[in-house]
């Protein structure tokens, strides 16, 4: 089996800050990109911020600014440091990787967390 676990979601005030860990486990060779997504009932899945394997990130255009997002690849670990947080922030986010089998370790394929609830205040 392999997991990728969220944790550090919570509720905080317009203007605060949070920051979200994902830790991948099980039987994987390798990790390839990993990314944040939020998704909001009724509305469509966006993107947050992917990372490569080499560190380069890329983020969607209303976090820019504010939300950096980093990795630790002895620890199989993506993070996402928020920000100046806003209530249109506010969803679940949930946690992408790209991971490399060990029953296929020339193609990467996606995994999901189970995702972590950010609610931001007024």
């Known amino acids: 089996q392999v997991q990728l676990v969220e944790s550090g979601g919570g509720l905080v005030q317009a203007g605060g800050s949070l920051r979200l860990s994902c830790a991948a486990s099980?039987?994987?060779?390798?990790?390839?990109?990993m990314g944040w997504y939020r998704q909001v009932p009724g509305k469509q899945r966006e993107l947050v911020a992917t990372?490569?394997?080499?560190?380069?990130?890329n983020y969607g255009d209303t976090v820019k600014g504010r939300f950096a997002i980093s990795r630790d690849n002895a620890k199989n670990t993506v993070y996402l440091q928020m920000n100046s947080l806003k209530p249109e922030d506010t969803g679940v986010y949930y946690c992408n990787a790209d991971l490399f089998l060990r029953s296929d370790p020339w193609t990467s394929q996606p995994w999901w967390g189970q995702g972590t609830q950010v609610t931001v205040t007024s």
């Open positions: 099980g039987s994987f060779f390798s990790i390839n990109a």
């Open positions: 990372i490569t394997s080499s560190g380069n990130p």
